[in-house]
Structure formats: C-alpha cells, structure tokens
C-alpha cells in the first residue's frame, strides 16, 4: 500500500485506531508477560534457595 502522506498512514483508511489500538494492546501484553515471567523467576528461584538452605541446614543438625 502507498500513502498520499504520513497522516493517511496514521489513519489507515479509517482503521487507524483499530490498528494502531490492536498494536499498542499486543505491545501492552507482551510486556506485561515479561514482567510477571521475571517476578516468577525471582519467586522461584528465592523459594528454591530457601528450600535448599532449609535442607542444609537440617542436614547439618544432628
């Protein structure tokens, strides 16, 4: 497609808010899914270190 100029682009034949919206809106939620995935990780990784050094130390208690 070829526009007449950048406002036609923005406007997308009268779908530019649907367009632009639908980016902004996938753009939205794949950040927010790195985000939560990230704090997921760190949840993990604390919850298995604190798991690990419950089970060392009850392993050096005799």
Known sequence: MIWESWDAFWAMGGYGLYVWGSYAVVLICIVLEIVLA???QRASVQTAR???EQETTHDATP
Do not use: H, P, Y
């Open 38 to 40: 990230r704090a997921g």
């Open 50 to 52: 604190e798991l690990w």
